[in-house]
């Protein structure tokens, strides 16, 4: 089943979903501190929805050491990192030689309506992925261009036939697109005018692995 084209989500279409990126504990896991409220921090950990955490608890084998001020400091099996709140999600955890970064397989679960939702970054700033096998590009918002330093007035223009009509929208590269463990260099993308909910993940990254779809999971095995 393929993914919602672009232009659904530029009718104002919002989905809510989760992720699972279905790695091992005993292999690095990414962290991202998305909030925190008295002593509890906000955590989401391998992709999967925002999780409460104290100091103390251990969830999906990170274990919360220590909450001070914007940041948090976390475990996994004795290795420990510092997450910044709204910085880009941090590996916690041993690797092992072979399994690389950049080889590391990335497994998506389905939402109830077929989406595959992912916690990922560009340019090392945090962003919502929706995978859009539809989308020739990774397409994001004006709004969310600006925010990651992105000029899109100075790129190239073309026209896009979304569900309202035609717009003009920038095409640029992306330095860096990170999805889970594996990121990719060079990314073509769109940047439209209007705002948008979700980061559409389009086939300028997605064609640089190997898919494979399993009832409500996806897996993305890097190429080489």
């Known amino acids: 089943m393929a993914c919602a084209p672009a232009e659904r989500w530029l009718a104002g279409i919002c989905l809510a979903a989760s992720l699972c990126t279905g790695q091992a504990q005993t292999h690095a896991v990414d962290v991202q501190l998305a909030g925190i409220s008295g002593n509890k921090a906000l ?10 955490m104290s100091v103390g608890d251990i969830h999906a084998g990170v274990k919360l050491l220590q909450i001070a001020g ?8 004795g290795t420990s990192s510092t997450l910044v ?13 072979s399994t690389p970064m950049d080889n590391q397989r990335v497994v998506l679960t389905a939402d109830s309506r077929g989406h595959f939702m992912a916690a990922g970054s560009i340019n090392g700033k945090s962003v919502q992925f929706m995978v859009d096998t539809g989308a020739t590009a990774v397409v994001l918002g004006e709004a969310d261009a600006q925010r990651m330093g992105l000029k899109p007035t100075q790129q190239q223009r ?4 979304t569900a309202n009509g035609t717009v ?5 590269t992306l330095q860096r697109v990170r999805l889970g463990d ?10 439209l005018p209007q705002p948008m909910p979700y980061v559409l993940l389009g086939n ?18 890097r190429r080489y």
């Open 204 to 221: 300028s990254f997605l064609n640089r692995f190997q898919m494979q779809r399993d009832n409500d999971q996806m897996t993305l095995q």
């Open 168 to 172: 003009v929208g920038r095409q640029l």
């Open 70 to 77: 914007a940041s948090a400091k976390v475990s996994i099996q």
């Open 43 to 52: 955590l989401v950990i391998g992709g999967q929805p925002p999780r409460f």
């Open 182 to 191: 594996a990121e990719v260099t060079d990314v073509t993308a769109v940047i």
């Open 158 to 161: 073309m026209s896009m036939q």
């Open 85 to 97: 709140l709204g910085e880009s999600p941090v590996s916690v955890g041993p690797r092992t030689a």
